[in-house]
């Protein structure tokens, strides 16, 4: 079965970078889209960005743009998000997502989620 | 940017009732993307609905999803005391995903 384990709680203070960690298993890694999912306290989800294990490609929310960066390890089946310039607002759990689509539906959907990393930003 | 507004904000009922949820796009978007996931308190959300109106794996057959457009719904027949929770719809526009910002079904 799918499975994605995230990388455990982080506490950083405003201005840092962290660098969360979600290791897939139980289906072809390169095979689907993942993403990057954080829920702040209260809220709703918000979407950050995406990346193509097969080629490495990324694309972005635009509110994330140039302080969030998602990469792969294609050996060990694990995707990284970094962001940086923290402050208490980033403070929220991350989720990655392993997308998956159907193609009788014609449709793309956010499928299996990470248990999810709580990063806390507090002087 | 596309927004997606939930309404209500909360809905009060009691089991056995029905509940209609909506989502509110603030243009036109596909149904290929269109989504629902339920959350309960400390867990991740999970998938219910794809492609507007089809039952994820597991999804009983109480929850269906509508609508096109601008305009989506997902409906409970006959709430269960396991489907107090909250709800999220999703959808995708100009290479951004969104997230309504939920509807939470309490029991009255």
């Given at each position: 079965q799918v499975q994605l384990v995230q990388s455990g709680a982080e506490v950083k203070t405003p201005g840092a970078s962290v660098k969360l960690s979600c290791r897939a298993s139980g289906?072809?890694?390169?095979d689907f889209y993942m993403h990057w999912v954080r829920q702040a306290p209260g809220q709703g989800p918000e979407w950050m960005g995406m990346l193509n294990?097969?080629?490495?490609t990324t694309h972005y929310a635009q509110r994330f743009q140039g302080r969030v960066t998602v990469t792969r390890d294609t050996s060990t089946s694990t995707i990284y998000m970094e962001l940086t310039s923290?402050?208490?607002?980033?403070t929220a759990v991350y989720y990655c997502v392993r997308e998956n689509h159907s193609s009788w539906a014609s449709a793309y959907f956010f499928e299996d989620w990470g248990q999810g990393t709580q990063v806390t930003v507090s002087s | 940017e596309l927004v997606l507004t939930q309404s209500p904000g909360t809905l009060s009922l009691s089991p056995g009732e029905r509940a209609a949820l909506s989502c509110r796009a603030s243009q036109s978007v596909s149904r290929s993307y269109a989504a629902w996931f339920q959350q309960k308190p400390g867990q991740a959300p999970r998938l219910?609905?794809?492609?507007?109106?089809n039952r994820a794996a597991g999804t009983p057959d109480r929850f269906s999803g509508s609508g096109s457009g601008t305009d989506f719904t997902l409906t409970i027949s006959s709430l269960e005391p396991e489907d107090f929770a909250v709800y999220y719809c999703q959808h995708y526009a100009g290479s951004q995903w969104t997230f309504g910002q939920g509807t939470k079904v309490e029991i009255k």
């Open positions: 289906y072809p890694f390169t294990p097969s080629g490495g923290l402050r208490s607002e980033d | 219910l609905i794809y492609g507007a109106s």
